[in-house]
Nanobody, 122 residues
Framework: QPQFVASGGGLVQPGGSLRLSCDTS?????IGWFRQAPGKEREGVSC????????KYSDSVKGRFTSSRDNRKNTVYLQMDNLKPQDTAVYYC??????????????????WGQGTEVTVSS
Protein backbone atom coordinates (compact mmCIF):
# COMPACT_ATOMS: atom_id res chain seq x y z
CA GLN A 1 0.00 0.00 0.00
CA PRO A 2 1.32 3.44 -0.86
CA GLN A 3 2.17 5.95 1.84
CA PHE A 4 1.31 9.42 0.74
CA VAL A 5 3.70 12.16 1.77
CA ALA A 6 2.39 15.66 2.35
CA SER A 7 4.73 18.65 2.15
CA GLY A 8 4.71 22.42 1.92
CA GLY A 9 3.67 23.36 5.42
CA GLY A 10 5.19 26.18 7.44
CA LEU A 11 4.57 29.26 9.50
CA VAL A 12 2.36 31.93 7.96
CA GLN A 13 0.61 35.03 9.23
CA PRO A 14 -3.19 35.26 9.36
CA GLY A 15 -4.51 36.16 5.93
CA GLY A 16 -1.54 34.53 4.23
CA SER A 17 -1.35 31.60 1.83
CA LEU A 18 0.37 28.24 1.55
CA ARG A 19 0.27 25.48 -1.03
CA LEU A 20 0.55 21.93 0.16
CA SER A 21 1.59 19.03 -2.06
CA CYS A 22 0.82 15.35 -1.80
CA ASP A 23 3.01 12.79 -3.58
CA THR A 24 0.63 10.04 -4.68
CA SER A 25 3.41 7.70 -5.87
CA UNK A 26 1.66 6.91 -9.18
CA UNK A 27 -1.40 5.64 -7.29
CA UNK A 28 -4.45 6.98 -9.10
CA UNK A 29 -7.50 7.52 -6.92
CA UNK A 30 -9.53 10.20 -5.25
CA ILE A 31 -7.38 11.95 -2.65
CA GLY A 32 -8.54 13.52 0.57
CA TRP A 33 -6.86 16.17 2.66
CA PHE A 34 -7.31 15.98 6.43
CA ARG A 35 -5.93 17.89 9.36
CA GLN A 36 -5.40 17.31 13.04
CA ALA A 37 -4.94 20.11 15.50
CA PRO A 38 -3.34 19.49 18.91
CA GLY A 39 -5.78 17.77 21.21
CA LYS A 40 -8.41 17.37 18.52
CA GLU A 41 -9.58 14.58 16.27
CA ARG A 42 -8.51 14.34 12.65
CA GLU A 43 -11.03 16.08 10.41
CA GLY A 44 -11.70 16.13 6.68
CA VAL A 45 -10.76 19.23 4.71
CA SER A 46 -11.22 18.38 1.05
CA CYS A 47 -11.39 15.61 -1.50
CA UNK A 48 -10.59 15.60 -5.21
CA UNK A 49 -11.67 12.93 -7.70
CA UNK A 50 -9.14 11.00 -9.76
CA UNK A 51 -9.84 13.14 -12.82
CA UNK A 52 -9.76 16.34 -10.81
CA UNK A 53 -13.15 17.52 -12.01
CA UNK A 54 -14.97 16.98 -8.74
CA UNK A 55 -13.94 18.49 -5.44
CA LYS A 56 -15.53 18.60 -2.01
CA TYR A 57 -14.69 20.87 0.91
CA SER A 58 -15.60 21.12 4.55
CA ASP A 59 -17.64 24.15 5.51
CA SER A 60 -14.76 25.53 7.53
CA VAL A 61 -12.51 25.92 4.47
CA LYS A 62 -14.98 26.36 1.62
CA GLY A 63 -14.13 29.45 -0.40
CA ARG A 64 -10.60 29.64 1.01
CA PHE A 65 -9.01 26.32 0.07
CA THR A 66 -8.72 24.82 -3.40
CA SER A 67 -7.62 21.31 -4.27
CA SER A 68 -6.15 20.43 -7.66
CA ARG A 69 -4.00 17.71 -9.15
CA ASP A 70 -1.48 16.97 -11.86
CA ASN A 71 -1.56 13.23 -12.53
CA ARG A 72 1.46 13.48 -14.82
CA LYS A 73 3.46 14.59 -11.80
CA ASN A 74 1.66 12.24 -9.37
CA THR A 75 0.87 15.24 -7.22
CA VAL A 76 -2.24 16.61 -5.55
CA TYR A 77 -2.23 20.17 -4.28
CA LEU A 78 -4.10 22.07 -1.60
CA GLN A 79 -3.97 25.83 -2.11
CA MET A 80 -4.84 27.53 1.17
CA ASP A 81 -5.68 31.22 1.09
CA ASN A 82 -6.84 33.67 3.74
CA LEU A 83 -5.47 31.40 6.43
CA LYS A 84 -6.77 31.72 9.96
CA PRO A 85 -5.24 30.71 13.30
CA GLN A 86 -7.83 27.92 13.56
CA ASP A 87 -6.30 26.36 10.42
CA THR A 88 -3.23 25.50 12.47
CA ALA A 89 -2.79 21.72 12.35
CA VAL A 90 -0.82 18.87 10.85
CA TYR A 91 -2.18 18.21 7.37
CA TYR A 92 -2.32 14.75 5.81
CA CYS A 93 -3.37 13.32 2.47
CA UNK A 94 -4.85 9.87 1.98
CA UNK A 95 -6.83 7.75 -0.46
CA UNK A 96 -10.34 6.31 -0.28
CA UNK A 97 -9.43 3.75 -2.92
CA UNK A 98 -12.12 5.01 -5.28
CA UNK A 99 -12.26 7.30 -8.30
CA UNK A 100 -14.73 9.73 -6.76
CA UNK A 101 -15.35 11.50 -3.50
CA UNK A 102 -18.12 10.75 -1.06
CA UNK A 103 -18.00 11.63 2.59
CA UNK A 104 -14.97 13.33 4.10
CA UNK A 105 -15.00 10.53 6.62
CA UNK A 106 -11.58 9.75 8.03
CA UNK A 107 -12.58 6.11 8.54
CA UNK A 108 -13.03 5.67 4.78
CA UNK A 109 -9.49 6.77 3.92
CA UNK A 110 -6.21 4.94 4.25
CA UNK A 111 -2.52 5.02 3.37
CA TRP A 112 -1.81 7.78 5.84
CA GLY A 113 1.74 8.93 5.47
CA GLN A 114 3.80 11.71 6.89
CA GLY A 115 1.89 14.91 7.45
CA THR A 116 3.05 18.49 7.14
CA GLU A 117 2.65 21.09 9.86
CA VAL A 118 0.87 24.36 9.21
CA THR A 119 1.03 27.14 11.79
CA VAL A 120 -0.97 30.33 11.34
CA SER A 121 0.18 32.93 13.79
CA SER A 122 1.23 36.55 13.94
Amino acid sequence: QPQFVASGGGLVQPGGSLRLSCDTSEYLSAIGWFRQAPGKEREGVSCISVSGDITKYSDSVKGRFTSSRDNRKNTVYLQMDNLKPQDTAVYYCATNGMTGCRELDVTRFRSWGQGTEVTVSS
